[in-house]
């Protein structure tokens, strides 16, 4: 797996802030969108990440 120390950039400038001091944004692509789905990939893997989206959300809110 490779790491860069230089933070993803964005077209917008607001998100190149946020991610310049919390690279939050760029987790959640690594982890809901370049993560490779696992092959066995059922009911309890997709209700795992909904579940953990809401839990999230409902944290922050």
Do not use: H, Q
């Not at 959640?28 to 909904?50: H, Q, R, T, V």
């Amino acid at each position: 797996m490779e790491k860069s120390s230089e933070p993803k950039k964005y077209k917008n400038s607001f998100l190149n802030w946020i991610e310049f001091r919390l690279p939050i944004i760029s987790y959640i692509e690594k982890e809901y969108k370049d993560y490779p789905m696992p092959k066995n990939c059922n009911y309890f893997w997709s209700f795992g990440a909904l579940a953990t989206i809401t839990l999230v959300t409902m944290i922050v809110s």
